[in-house]
């Protein structure tokens, strides 16, 4: 806040400086985080089931490769 600015404009002496020493001696008291942990947590067990989850499927990506070969791998019907 330009106060001095303020002290320039207001014609009431000692209003802007009234105000300045009650917004300084103004203490807005700021929350405590108490979520952020049970968020952190959860995040990393969503990430080692992602990770499972990537995991498992990576497997089956192969397995279903392994099929398509082997079923390319057959004589046509036509034959």
Same mark, same amino acid.
């Given at each position: ?6 002290? #320039? ?7 802007? *400086? @009234?105000?300045? $020493? ?7 008291? %700021? ?10 947590? #959860? ?7 992602? *990770? @499972?989850?990537? $995991? ?7 397995? %279903? ?15």
């Amino acid at each position: 806040i330009d106060w001095a600015k303020y002290k #320039q404009l207001v014609p009431v002496a000692g209003l802007v *400086d @009234s105000f300045q $020493k009650q917004y300084d001696a103004l203490k807005v008291p %700021y929350p405590q985080d108490k979520v952020s942990p049970q968020v952190d947590a #959860q995040i990393k067990e969503s990430q080692s089931e992602i *990770d @499972s989850y990537k $995991k498992a499927s990576e497997q089956r990506i192969q397995n %279903y490769q392994k099929e398509i070969a082997h079923l390319k791998s057959l004589l046509p019907y036509d034959q």
